[in-house]
Structures are given as C-alpha cells and as structure tokens.
C-alpha cells in the first residue's frame, strides 16, 4: 500500500511490501527511475538494459555519465550472467553475498555495457543483503545501484534523506540495517592482482584474506 505523501512535490512513496514492490516494477519496466534501500545505503536505479534510464540516473543525481555505476543482481547466479567471474570473484562470492561487497569483473552481459556505456570491458556486480532490494530484484531484473543523493552529498540512510528528485517511486523500507556506509569495493581483472578499490562497509584485512 502506497504511503502517504507529505505535500506537494513530494517524492512518490510506497511501502515495501507486495504492492509496493510491484508498483516499483512495474515503473521500472516502463524506463523509470526507483530509490530503493540496500543493506548499505538507500540507491537510485533502473534496469541496467535501459540507456534512457541510465541517463535519467545520472542526470538525477548530477552525476558524470563517464564514471561507472554498479549493478545489483538477486543472486551470483544472476551476477555472473553480467559479469565474467574467476575464481577468486567465486570465493569472494561465497564469502559475502549477499553483502557489501561490489566487484569489478570483465563484462558479460553486452545489452549492460552498451545501455551503461561501459568503456572499459569491465562492470560492478553485488547481491545486496537485503530482503526489499533482492525482492524488487528479482521482480525486474539487474538493477543500477548507485547511491540515491546528489553526487558529492551524503548517502541516504532512510527514505526521509533522499536528496534527489526525479525518480518515480521511492521503496520506503524503513532506515537501512547495516548502517556502515557504502560498500567495499575490489577489482578483480583477468591478468592481474585484485585490488581493493574502496574500504567501505568490509574491512580491507577480511577481503584480502579471501583470495589468496
């Protein structure tokens, strides 16, 4: 059931249950923008397939069309069908997915990279640990998971902090668990050592621990 909306101008909320996970879908379906919350930090996304609402992410949040945004999927199993896994991504998966854990891996999927227009061969995938974001997950698809605040703001940690507008439904599904900030970040290429890229809600120490 939709929550109520607090005036005009007001961002679209709906509650994270059944319906408003289908409410969410279905904007997603027909190219729209969604705030969602992760076990991170509330994201802002869209199908990863759609180019029209990639851009629409991306000028939501004023953010450089060049720098790339990660995909949330709802299972590894759906992760390696965007992205190229290895070995070392496999024990990482293991390890934490669902979790706070993004990797940067080869690009599998070239409807993503084309419709993210992803330069590098490369593409952020994560299974998020959380039940609201694995259900519209598995509703529509892999989703773009950037962070829902302008760039360069704080993340939001509740549906109540969303700095941007332009998205057309928000999935309030209350403050977010974890609470730690944004995920940790490694890249993993296919000639090379993994590197983290960003310490963020998993220690450097325990990732590092998983591929060697």
Do not use: Q
């Not at 909306?5 to 969604?34: E, F, K, T, Y």
């Not at 965007?82 to 999927?109: E, I, N, Q, S, Y």
């Not at 997950?137 to 902090?161: H, I, K, Q, W, Y």
Request: charged share 20%; with cysteine; glycine share 12%.
């Amino acid at each position: 059931m939709g929550l109520p909306s607090s005036g005009a101008g007001a961002l679209r909320r709906v509650a994270c249950d059944a319906a408003g996970i289908a409410a969410a879908a279905g904007a997603i379906a027909a190219g729209g923008v969604v705030a969602y919350p992760t076990d991170t930090v509330y994201a802002i996304g869209c199908s990863a397939r759609n180019a029209a609402a990639v851009a629409a992410v991306n000028a939501t949040k004023s953010r450089d069309a060049s720098r790339p945004m990660p995909v949330l999927c709802a299972s590894e199993g759906d992760a390696w069908e965007v992205a190229r896994p290895c070995d070392v991504a496999r024990r990482l998966a293991a390890a934490f997915w669902p979790g706070a854990l993004t990797m940067v891996l080869p690009l599998a999927d070239p409807r993503v990279g084309e419709a993210m227009g992803l330069r590098g061969g490369t593409v952020g995938v994560r299974v998020p640990d959380s039940a609201c974001a694995l259900s519209l997950l598995r509703e529509c698809g892999p989703l773009v998971g950037t962070s829902a605040n302008v760039s360069g703001r704080e993340p939001a940690a509740d549906a109540g902090s969303i700095s941007v507008r332009g998205v057309d439904i928000v999935v309030d599904g209350g403050p977010v668990r974890d609470g730690r900030g944004p995920s940790t970040v490694v890249a993993i290429p296919e000639r090379a050592a993994p590197e983290v890229l960003r310490e963020g809600a998993l220690r450097r120490a325990d990732v590092e621990a998983h591929w060697t």
